[in-house]
């Protein structure tokens, strides 16, 4: 009896894989098809002896890092089927880290290629999504890359450092999409990758042999939806709005005026906050955004003196102003485009569920035209490793002579 209860417990290798016949896939890329129910699957997979590193041995440089299959079809899986006519194994999916989607199928829409990978056992929901801006995926996945052996780790390395370090692009999952779709409150918003160069150029070998590569890939941009569809794009200041508004800014440079003259002190932001609240008022909603962030000085171009706490105040109050601008630019484009990508019409849902029962029938239209109040409270603490600059220590020997 004891001997039955112990098989119970115990795994079976009845549906084991053996690692030497899996080709393994890390992006997929998704691309309009000729037909209107069909479309173009590319799987980037891995070449093994390409990219082994080690005392055993150091890999082949005459082969490329990574191979792509490319398919058409309804369906993922039908798609995958048909590439097993091409690859020598079986694709495997579980180390997918990059779902790409060339511009056109976005603009077409995207609701109905996405059951198959959320259905799938073996994709995992914490996959990037990105576009392809003004490109097919199939065109950038096939790009080499430097520094990383691996264009999918490379591009989602782009990925987190971009948003981490200057906040123009959006870290977005794939069940981020699904959940932003299926909400009546929030639509999704997907970073885009563009190529900088010539794309056949940047399929060779040789693009990673270069000092200076003739294509590289360029993370920027955000790309707004609206029932599906790629609508129109958020970029630069727009784009960092948008990631203040979603509490996802974690550092960037804003330039502010000084002595009258444009953009001479650069300001690192170093820690941000966001507070969202919703209200109705006789039917009609309001937003109000606060946003609470610190900062340190970071380059000066004009003579002031840093340790004056009357030219920190000023200062913090120029970023203030700033911050105000970039959120209140990337909200009037969302309102333009009539797509509520920051999840207000959440927020307002939290607020006054009631309510919410009727304005979510027409949500595009008074989401364009929705009252939102921003509130920016900056603090600078540091004014880095000097607080006097050379510029005023120059000023003060001119003086003094």
Known sequence: MILCMALLLLT???NNRELGTLAIVTAIGLDKGKNQNEHVFSFQVV???AVISGTVGQGDENMGPVTVYTETGETLFEAARKASQKAPRRLFFSHVRYIMIGEQ???QGINGVLDSFERSNEIRLTARLVIAKGRTAQEVLAIVTPMEKIPATAGVGALEFSEELWGESIKIEFDDVIRAIGNPGREPMISAVELLGNPRAGQRVENIQLTKP??????????AFRTGKLVGWLEGEQARGVNWLHGSLKSSVLMVDCDGKKDQVGIEI???KTDIQGKVVQGKPQITVTITEEASIADVKCAIHLSSPAVIYELAN???DKTMLQIMSAVKAAQQYKTDIFGFGEVIRRADPKAWGHLKLDWPDRFSQLPVEVKVKAFIHQPGMITEPYLLKRDKKVRNE
């Open 12 to 14: 079976g290798c009845w």
């Open 270 to 272: 170093t820690r941000s």
């Open 47 to 49: 070449n093994p002896s």
């Open 318 to 320: 120029k970023l203030e």
């Open 214 to 223: 003739d294509v590289i890939e360029k993370i920027g941009g955000i790309g």
């Open 105 to 107: 199928l976005a603009r």
